[in-house]
């Protein structure tokens, strides 16, 4: 259980196959119910790399007119999102040494050329939970800095069934992935790779 910059916790091969296979099946189902969908910047209108999708009392969204924010309902078909499973729950629990439950899994598809750029997760209330990412599929360069953009940043190799708690005082560190890499894992059928995000939202 490394730990790297400001209190970011990396639990190599957390999951087994099996454990990994089983989640993969259940980001298929919430995907069929709350379907995949390209979120854009605020102001620009500009599409990210990453289709995502949520399940849990709430959902992490933003469009070019509101930003970016949490709401109960999927944005394009209006319905709420489907329940959290037991199973993330349990992860849970199990590594973030917090009290209370998360409200939300951002489910985010990385294709093999998609990226995501140095941020923060700030648009929770309770800055005091951490955030719990769990990988699936290609591994993937992730990148972990400071609280501020031009920190210093250091970079490890996220691989299948692996877990990055971000708490403490690296609750609020930026973060981003540089790159995927492809044929890494044979866990999705098509490549890519799956971020599942826990996180509480409310105090």
Known sequence: MPELANGVRHFSEYLDRAQQEALVEMARSIVAEAPLFVPVMPKTGKPMSVRMTNCGPLGWVTDKERGYRYQSTHPVTGRPWPAMPDVLLHIWNDVSHFEK???????????????????????????????????????????????????????????????????????????????????????????????????????
């Open 101 to 203: 439950p998360p409200q939300a899994c951002l489910i985010n598809f990385y294709s093999d050329d998609a990226r995501m750029g140095l941020h923060q997760d700030r648009d929770e209330q309770d800055l005091k939970a951490p955030v719990v990412s769990i990988s699936l599929g290609n591994s993937c360069l992730f990148r972990i800095g400071g609280l501020s953009r031009t920190d210093r940043t250091q970079s490890v190799k996220l691989a299948s069934g692996d877990i990055v708690v971000l708490g403490g005082e690296g609750r609020l560190c930026f973060h981003g992935v540089d790159r995927i890499y492809p044929a890494t894992s044979t866990l999705l059928k098509n490549g890519g790779r799956i971020n599942l995000t826990l996180r509480r939202v409310g105090p």
